[in-house]
């Protein structure tokens, strides 16, 4: 059974950095598509990047992109976020999902294996 655990979220001002982490267990990820989303309180849950565990394609959401940077070791994720402002202010969740190729990468509906989340407040 696939397990995700998040950490290293936490309060941060603006201008400042994180990394989270997503530890991983239940078996082998490879063909699989590892995804960060975000949700902020009374927001749709929004994507902020993804890799191919496989073959090491990675992608990032509008909103990150040049800010965040998305790898990963032999069982975690990482998902390293600078620049920070306000706006990022939400619940970080790791996912994992087989890439079937029926849902695009920034889909959630293409991750069936979801962590509990890891707050991240950025203040101004």
């Known amino acids: 059974q696939v397990q995700l655990v998040e950490s290293g979220g936490g309060l941060v001002q603006a201008g400042g950095s994180l990394k989270l982490s997503c530890a991983t267990s239940?078996?082998?990820?490879?063909?699989?598509?590892m995804g960060w989303f975000r949700q902020a309180p009374g927001k749709e849950r929004e994507f902020v990047a993804a890799l191919d565990w496989s073959r090491g394609n990675k992608w990032y959401g509008d909103y990150v992109r040049g800010r965040c940077t998305i790898s990963r070791g032999a069982n975690t994720v990482y998902l390293q976020m600078n620049s920070l402002n306000p706006e990022d202010t939400a619940v970080y969740y790791c996912?994992?999902?087989?890439?079937?190729?029926?849902?695009?990468?920034?889909?959630?509906?293409?991750?069936?294996?979801w962590g509990q989340g890891t707050q991240v407040t950025v203040s101004s």
């Open positions: 239940g078996g082998s990820f490879s063909g699989y598509r």
């Open positions: 996912a994992a999902g087989w890439n079937s190729g029926v849902y695009v990468y920034k889909a959630p509906e293409a991750y069936t294996d």
